[in-house]
C-alpha cells in the first residue's frame, strides 16, 4: 500500500473517530448528588440520590446515609433508576446534624468505586 | 481552575489472566485469516493456505486450549472484582452475575464460544473450513470481549472503535505468527514463500493503518481528553510504553516492508526476514500484554465535584476497589454571579 493510499484512508478515519467523541468519563463516579456534598439544609431530605457519569449495574451497590453515631439511617434499600446511571435510597426521618453518606457501585465495565461524603441538616 | 488527577493502579490479576486469552485469540484469529487470504490469492499455488493452516494446527490446539481453560477463571475472578469478595466467595454469585449484569450476559455466549474454538481444532474439517470457522469464532470472542472493556462506558461508537482494533492488532499479530511457523516448515518453496510475505506486507500495511487511527481514539477517550494524563496517570504511563513498544515493532516492520520484501528473490535477504518477523512477533506478544494490562487499568480522569453549596467545603472521598489509592476533592463554589466555577483538588496517599 503507497503512502498516499494509507494516507487517504487513515487522516478522515482519524477525523471522524475524534469528532465522534462524546464528552463522558470511564467507570462510574458522581457527577451529582441530592442533597450535594457539603450543604447545609434547612429540612431533611426524603431520600439521597447519587447520580453517576457512567452506567452501573444493579448488582453488588450499596448507599448508606450514616449519623454521627454511625447508625444507617436509610429507610430501603437501593434503587437503581431505568436508565443506570442513579442509585437512590429512601430515608427516615433526619433529626439535624451531620450525615456521612458511603456510596459503592459497579460500573458496566466491570469495575467498581466507592467513597462518601457528608451534609449537614440544620434545626427548621 | 487548578485540578489534578486522581490516580488508580493497574489490576494485575484480571491483566495476567487476560493476557494469554488475548494473545491466544489474536494469534487464532490472525494465523486463520492469514491462511484464507493465502488460499484466496494464491491462484497459482493452490492449496498453499490449507498446507499452512495443516502446520498451524498444533499450535491452534494449545491456543484454543488456553482460551478454553482461562477464560472461566477470567470469569470468576471479574465476579470476585465486582461483589469485592474472594474467589471462593464469589462462586455462589456466577448465577447471579450471568444473568443479571451486561457483564454476565456476554459471558453466557463467550464461555460456550471459548469452548466451541476448542472443539473446532479438533474436529475432522477441510483446513479451509477450519481457518474460516476460527476467524469467525475469534473475531465473536474479540467483539464480546470489546462489549465488557473500559469502551462500554463510552458508547456503542467506542464499542466498535475497540472492537476494529482488536480486529487489526490480531490480523497483524496472527499474519506474523503463522508467515513465520509457514517460513520455517515450507522454506524449501521459494514462490509460496514470497507470495506470503506479499499478502503479510498488505495485511501488515491495512492492520497497523487501522492501529494507529483507532488506537488514536481509543487513547484520547481512556485518557479522559487530556494530553496531562499521559504523564501523570498510570493509565497513561502503560499507554506511553505500549505505545513506544508498538513504534519498534512498526520500524521492524518497516525495514521487512521497504528493505526486505523488495529483496525476497535473494535467499539471505528470505533468512533475514524470518529472523525480523520472530522478532517482530515476540514483541507483539509484550505488545498484547501491555494491550491487557491497559484493558485492566482505570482510564485517568478529571474529577471535580459538582454540587458544593454553602459555607463549608464540600468533600468527597473516592477511592478505588484496591483500597490502595484514594482521592479527596475539595470544590467550593466562587462566583457571585451564579456562574459555576469550582476548584478540584485531590490528594492521592500511597
Known sequence: ?124 | MNMSAMDMTPEWPAALLAWPVILAQALIFGSALFCLLLNWSAARHPRSGEALAASLLGWWRILALIVALVSPIMFVNEVAGMAGVSIRAALPLLGEVLSQTQSGHTWEWRLPAAVALMVVTWLPLREAARSLALVILCAGLLLLGSLKSHAIDFGATAVVVRFVHALAAGAWAGSLFAYWVGARLHNDDNRVSVEAAKILSRQAAWSVSILIASGIYIAYEGLGHSLYHLLYSSYGRVLSIKVEVFALVLMIGAYNRFYLIPALDQPSARRTLLRAVGAESLMIVGVIGLAALLSNTPPARMSMSMSATGVKAPVTKLSKNSGTQAGAAIAQRHDPNALHKFIGLFTIRD
Request: hydrophobic share 40%; proline share 8%; aromatic share 8%.
Open chain 1, 1 to 124: 500500500m503507497s503512502a498516499r493510499k494509507l494516507l487517504t484512508v487513515a487522516v478522515p478515519l482519524v477525523i471522524a473517530l475524534v469528532s465522534a467523541t462524546r464528552m463522558t468519563w470511564a467507570h462510574s463516579f458522581p457527577e451529582q448528588e441530592n442533597p450535594a456534598a457539603g450543604a447545609t439544609l434547612a429540612a431533611p431530605p426524603a431520600q439521597v440520590t447519587i447520580k453517576y457519569d457512567a452506567p452501573i449495574e444493579k448488582l453488588f451497590d450499596s448507599l448508606q446515609v450514616l449519623d454521627s453515631t454511625g447508625q444507617d439511617k436509610a429507610a430501603g434499600s437501593p434503587q437503581v433508576s431505568a436508565d443506570g446511571y442513579q442509585l437512590s435510597v429512601p430515608v427516615a426521618k433526619l433529626t439535624p446534624g451531620d450525615y456521612t453518606v458511603k456510596w459503592r457501585v459497579v460500573c458496566v465495565d466491570t469495575h467498581h468505586t466507592e467513597g462518601s461524603y457528608t451534609f449537614t441538616v440544620n434545626n427548621p
